[in-house]
């Protein structure tokens, strides 16, 4: 059998194991379509839906009649360094969704992938790039303040290291007295230190995000993650029978800007606290390893957690979004507002490979836009399926959704 031999080995064993090895000729609505030994046509009810992809079936009759006619008509699929009119127009009727979803007016900018996984990585990378521009800024600012410092008239004032509230290890233990200079160059190791400290994400014990190289790290099943364990993300998976780690996790995770000034002869060292915790990623309805979903006070705490933070609230509706749970989005039954939401799956009609990123303007780096971009997204054709498959949610009062 080719696609055992040159395409998955091990999964295909484990197939003939279950007498699960059927090779599907024909998908339709429901249903696959395989054929026996003798070449009769066996039909099969699919109770999988390509997990949660085919919301609108298999080869849905409207899409495939679109997607011919897109095709016939020559819409480009590589144009780079272009204005893709599809992509924008997407963008604009998922944020008008979100509106009417979530009752307010805010703007929602997409970022166009292909798949559900590349989708929360996108999500990721572009939180730790809010979170690394968040810092540089801070840390410029009292590094200027230092350079400040150590150009004045004081800079080679001698000092008492026992006069100084200092934190451990930051100067050598055999130094009696320094200078202005040497106590400002220690800080400033200390604070760029503290710029480039490990991100920290959170994410729920049960969750599955991906298994790309970060998104397998955010998925609590050892299984995939632990042969991958030494790159990728430092990860912390919160329980949620336990709702007290949400008050024991941001004091694992502080850390402090060290400054400098004077009070009249004194060298106040001072401390401001930060957080560590770049991001928290939540499926409001599991779907690996049972449907879970959790108390409504857990939602709202994770909510609260972000808020306190700084950082933003990733909800992954990649299996529980697009109108599979009755709702655009499965966060909605929990009143319950992110910061970012990763689309996928059910987005493409059933038909085409397309996620999304969906993100807060008021949380979004305009930047991001130029330093992250994929040769296969934003393609005319999976936006034009994506649109028909949004615009079908709402037709007739919405009444798929109902």
Partial sequence: MDYRDYVRPKFVELM?????????????????????????????TDFLGGYGAALYGH????????????????????????VRGAAGQLGRELSEAFNRELNNNERYISTFSNSGAESVEIAVKHA?????????????????????????????????????????????????????????????????????????????RGSFHGKLVNTVQLTYGKQYRKPFARFGLNVE???????????????????????LEWSGETLQVRREAFSAITAVLLEPIQGEGGINEFAGEFYLGLRRLCNEQQCPLIIDEVQSGFGRTGTLLGASHFNLQGDYYCLSKALGGGLMKIAATVIRASHYENDFSYIHSSTFAEDDASCHIALSALRRLFENDSAMLK
């Fill in 59 to 82: 080869n849905d009759p409207q899409f495939v009649d679109q997607l011919c006619s897109l095709l016939r008509a020559d819409v480009p699929f590589n144009a780079q360094m272009s």
């Fill in 16 to 44: 003939q194991a279950l007498g699960l090895e059927c090779q599907f000729h024909r998908a339709l609505g429901s249903k696959l379509f395989y054929r026996d030994k003798q070449g009769a046509e066996v039909t099969v």
């Fill in 128 to 204: 730790e790039y809010r979170r690394q521009k968040n810092l540089q800024k801070q840390f410029d600012e009292r590094d200027f303040a230092l350079a400040n410092l150590v150009a004045s008239d004081k800079a080679y004032v001698e000092l008492d290291i026992d006069d100084l509230d200092l934190p451990a290890g930051l100067l050598p233990q055999n130094l009696s007295c320094v200078t202005v200079r040497q106590v400002a160059e220690a800080v400033r190791q200390h604070n760029l230190a503290q710029l480039h400290v490990e991100p920290v994400f959170l994410a729920v």
């Fill in 237 to 259: 998976f919160i329980d949620p029978q336990q709702p007290q780690q949400l008050q024991e996790l941001p004091a694992r995770h502080i850390r402090h800007w060290l400054s």
